[in-house]
């Protein structure tokens, strides 16, 4: 398996705010590499795909970038729903390893 | 519009099989394109990813559950079913099923889930 470890696990940040979130792999997984937001009670949400690649419906202030092992995800000018958990997932392997998860609060 | 949802009992006892059904709706699942995962996340816990089954029924398990484990397709083209034997406290959980997106990239293929089920949660007690 590969380790996926993300950083922080938690931050504040205010509504207008940029945020950044590490996700690093044990191994290289080239580009292979996906961002999620997760709300109580509903569905995540795939927000970029392949490390930088944003999905479609996704607001532009979503953005990725990264490859090899250390990845980033940068949320531009917080909105408040915005507020969740973000976690990764590499897509290299068969198995889909999750990084531990970073929730985004409101400060 | 695609999507993912997922059924079950939402409490099982102690050793007992728990049997839980994606029904999905929007994409075909008869091409090299799409796969359906299941994933569990504790409460207060990281996602695992559990389960993978292909077009061409192909499986995928984790290793640490390997032996609990069985996916499959179900009695209808559009569901997929999860068993996990000898079900325990330490399963108790939110259980999703998502839409896997194979891709190729510089002739390598990889993957990314990019529709998911809202997601059923199980508790498992005496």
């Known amino acids: 398996d590969i380790q996926m470890t993300q950083s922080p696990s938690s931050l504040s940040a205010s509504v207008g705010d940029s945020v950044t979130i590490t996700c690093r792999a044990s191994q290289r997984i080239n580009t292979y590499l996906s961002w999620y937001q997760h709300k109580p009670g509903k569905a995540p949400k795939l927000l970029i795909y392949?490390?930088?690649n944003l999905q479609s419906g996704v607001p532009s202030r979503f953005s990725g970038s990264g490859s090899g092992t250390d990845f980033t995800l940068t949320i531009s000018n917080l909105q408040p729903e915005d507020f969740a958990t973000y976690f990764c997932q590499q897509g290299y392997t068969t198995s889909p390893d999750f990084g531990q998860g970073t929730r985004l609060e409101i400060k | 519009q695609v999507t993912l949802r997922e059924s079950g009992p939402a409490l099982v006892r102690p050793t007992q099989t728990l049997t839980l059904t994606c029904t999905f709706s929007g994409f075909s699942f008869t091409t090299n394109e799409f796969c359906v995962a299941w994933i569990r996340q504790p409460p207060g816990k990281a996602l695992e990813w559990l389960a993978r089954i292909d077009w061409d029924d192909d499986k995928y398990y984790t290793t640490s559950l390997k032996n609990r484990l069985t996916i499959s397709k179900g009695a209808s083209s559009d569901q997929v079913d999860l068993t996990v034997a000898d079900m325990d406290p330490l399963d108790t959980a939110t259980y999703y099923c998502a839409r896997i997106r194979i891709a190729v990239a510089g002739g390598y293929y990889y993957h990314y889930m990019d529709v998911w089920g809202k997601g059923t949660t199980v508790t498992v007690s005496s």
């Open positions: 392949a490390a930088s």
